[in-house]
């Protein structure tokens, strides 16, 4: 079993910037791909940024240039840098991984994040 914990929410003022962070942990695993999504009130859950398998980058239109996704491989961590937030980024933002459960019985997974709150005042 693998967990994914976000963490690094919270309320900030437009312009300004937050770091979110997803730690995974539990069985021996390898890691294919992960994303951070966003889910805003009364909206669809969205993507927002992604590492994809082959290890390319994906953004959403409205986060090009403001947001960056990085990588600890060391500390099997995934961030979320944000800045010049507005707004409109206001949203519960949930990571997302997928890989493989390694051992005698080597099995895929995908996970999720149980969300961090993210509100940004005008």
């Known amino acids: 079993q693998v967990q994914l914990v976000e963490s690094g929410g919270g309320l900030v003022q437009a312009g300004g910037s937050l770091r979110l962070s997803c730690a995974a942990s539990g069985s021996v695993f390898s890691i294919d791909a992960m994303a951070w999504h966003r889910q805003a009130p009364g909206k669809q859950r969205e993507l927002v940024a992604a590492f994809t398998s082959v290890g390319s980058t994906n953004y959403a239109d409205s986060v090009k240039g403001r947001f960056t996704i990085s990588r600890d491989n060391a500390k099997n961590t995934v961030y979320l840098q944000m800045n010049n937030l507005i707004p409109e980024d206001t949203a519960v933002y949930y990571c997302?991984?997928?890989?493989?459960?390694?051992?005698?019985?080597?099995?895929?997974?995908?996970?999720w994040g149980q969300g961090t709150q993210v509100t940004v005042s005008s």
């Open positions: 997302n991984a997928e890989g493989t459960v390694v051992g005698v019985r080597a099995h895929p997974f995908r996970s």
